[in-house]
């Protein structure tokens, strides 16, 4: 049994296909990567797991049980936890309130005030905002509000985890602590993850398994190295340039033009 | 500021103190002030209370209820239909609360739906159906007539001292729960969905539940109010209990404390009403004039409401007092 799976996933947006027909599963224990052009659907498609966006078709199984009418709050409480791309601290509650909050609700929430703490402070480390962890939200840089998003979505303690960009905008050295990061996230505590990304090095370092989105419909599905020698991937997403420098395939330029 | 925030601090032991110190005046303040000084003392704790209500749902939730003043009119009917079916006053004060959390669950349910100004619109609209159903309703409530409540027995020096005395119990539980509100999950819960609703709903936070639970319990603290202000009043009519500058009123005073503080809206009450009291008296033609300026300035300089400005300048106070003793 897959610990989530998609059966004909369909959002539309008036008369827009936001996604149609996806079908996709993520195994236990995996890095899943989802990639694809910009307003291919991958945000839309982490909005329907995470229930912030109603499907108009298909259904979603997590551990074997529809969670295709559920609300958010339901989901979350099921064990999926998620970041958002736009950063959403909550600005009037501190670095460690904001932390705290996601031991509080979750599945595995705790009640008393020590392991609520406990908790926050340990996810705290582990992302490196501790020593911020009495300021608020704004007065963190980009990188530690992302971190931040991930130290609140860790403290749910979740099966499941949706990053949706969390690497945008940072510079190289940021990208290689949150890849070591996801990794331990993955490895260490044994968290299922799906990662939304458009830096490749990151897809291709952490990520088991990379379904391809185009135009709300999947593309591609396999391991990265599969994915990448696509020819239909290169032409949507990659782009010849890519090619080119990652992968030596000089040669299919010609046939390109 | 919260069981986060680690250890009691020295400002909040102060708090707690000067808290402390004023609730023993107010409760000695009957029997050594003159009765206008009691009626108006007795407004200050109403207007406290709204303010307080206004508080849960905006300052901690973020939903701004502009209407609210439909639970304080619900609170003066309920109190004064239930005292003309026969209720003894306590009783009619527990339907009056019955009645707020029927009609925030009821109404809450759509309303809250909304955000931004389309949910303080609706709630103005709210406020003015009301008004018109009980004008319309006639009957039992007097309808545009209004509606008069049984007198009291008891002798105006000891209805009013005991009016006073359920104003402030009801200005101090709507102020105790905002402070229990500070440490507690439904607290946060509130503060995380006023920040971002969206990031609350993944935290596993169900928005719909807590939201509504905070309008109904924003909406008891008004009802109440309202149905000690009824008795107060012993006549009731629908333009003055559905009265929306009761809450405007309250929303400023909120604003001008400081929304999402424990004590803010306190400070906010009292300083509006006494200002009224003490200086309209003398510019009865201007007074609105005046009271809409002073708006403008406190949210133009003082945007963070007088409790933060007051805390700012006592610790650079106590910064300087300190720095003087080492010297």
């Known amino acids: 049994m897959f610990l989530l799976e998609g059966k004909s996933v369909s959002i539309n947006f008036g008369g827009v296909k936001a996604l149609s027909n996806v079908d996709f599963h993520v195994n236990q224990g995996e890095v899943l990567g989802l990639i694809g052009p910009n307003g291919a659907g991958k945000t839309t498609l982490l909005n329907a797991i995470s229930g912030l966006c109603p499907r108009s078709a298909g259904s979603l199984h997590f551990k074997g049980m529809d969670i295709s009418r559920l609300r958010p709050h339901q989901i979350a409480r099921l064990g999926i936890a998620r970041t958002f791309q736009v950063v959403k601290p909550f600005e009037r509650l501190t670095v460690l309130e904001n932390v705290a909050l996601g031991a509080m609700f979750s599945s595995r929430s705790v009640v008393s005030k020590a392991e609520i703490l406990h908790r926050a402070e340990e996810a705290s480390k582990s992302v490196g905002i501790h020593e911020k962890a009495l300021l608020y939200p704004r007065q963190l840089t980009l990188s530690e509000r992302q971190r931040l998003e991930l130290a609140r979505a860790m403290t749910m303690k979740p099966d499941l985890l949706l990053l949706d960009e969390v690497m945008a905008g940072l510079n190289h050295s940021e990208i290689d602590k949150t890849i070591a990061l996801i990794r331990y996230i993955n490895a260490a505590l044994g968290v299922t993850i799906i990662v939304v990304e458009h830096v490749m090095k990151a897809i291709m370092n952490v990520c088991h398994r990379v379904v391809v989105l185009q135009f709300g419909k999947k593309i591609a599905d396999g391991s990265p190295q599969e994915v990448v020698d696509t020819p239909e991937v290169i032409q949507a997403y990659l782009g010849q340039k890519f090619a080119e420098k990652h992968l030596g395939r000089t040669s299919e330029r010609t046939t390109g033009q | ?327």
């Open chain 2, 1 to 327: 500021m919260s069981f986060l925030a680690r250890g009691a601090s020295a400002g909040a032991k102060r708090t707690l103190l000067t808290g402390s110190l004023v609730l023993l005046l107010l409760i000695a303040a009957p029997f050594a002030v003159s009765n206008y000084w009691l009626r108006v003392l007795t407004n200050i704790l109403m207007f406290a209370t709204i303010a307080q209500g206004l508080n849960i749902i905006v300052g901690y939730t973020g939903y701004h209820a502009f209407g609210n003043s439909v639970f304080f009119g619900l609170g003066a009917y309920a109190t004064g239909v239930g005292m003309a079916l026969g209720l003894p006053f306590v009783l009619a004060l527990v339907l009056a609360v019955v009645v707020a959390v029927i009609a925030a669950v009821v109404f809450g349910w759509p309303v809250l739906r909304l955000s931004g100004h389309y949910f303080a619109i609706a709630t103005v609209a709210l406020n003015m159906a009301m008004l018109e159903i009980i004008i319309n309703v006639g009957g039992i409530t007097g309808g545009a007539a209004g509606l008069a409540l049984p007198l009291s027995p008891l002798g105006p020096d000891t209805l009013y001292k005991i009016i006073y005395f359920l104003m402030l119990t009801v200005m101090v539980g709507a102020t105790g729960f905002i402070l229990w509100l500070d440490g507690t999950r439904f607290g946060y819960a509130l503060r995380a969905l006023r920040d971002s609703e969206a990031g609350a709903e993944v935290m596993g936070i169900n928005t719909t539940a807590v939201k509504i639970t905070a309008w109904a319990l924003s909406g008891s603290f008004t009802a109440l109010a309202g149905g000690i202000w009824a008795y107060w009043f012993t006549f009731i009519e629908p333009g003055s209990a559905f009265d929306i500058n009761v809450s405007i009123k309250g929303y400023v005073m909120m604003l001008m404390g400081g929304m999402g503080t424990v004590f803010g809206p306190l400070i906010g009450a009292a300083f509006l009403e006494l200002l009224a009291t003490l200086v309209w008296g003398k510019f009865l033609k201007i007074h609105l004039l005046i009271l809409g300026l002073l708006i403008v300035l406190v949210v133009t300089f003082m945007p963070r409401g007088l409790l933060y400005y007051l805390k700012s300048w006592a610790a650079v106070r106590g910064r300087r007092d300190s720095t003087d003793v080492s010297a």
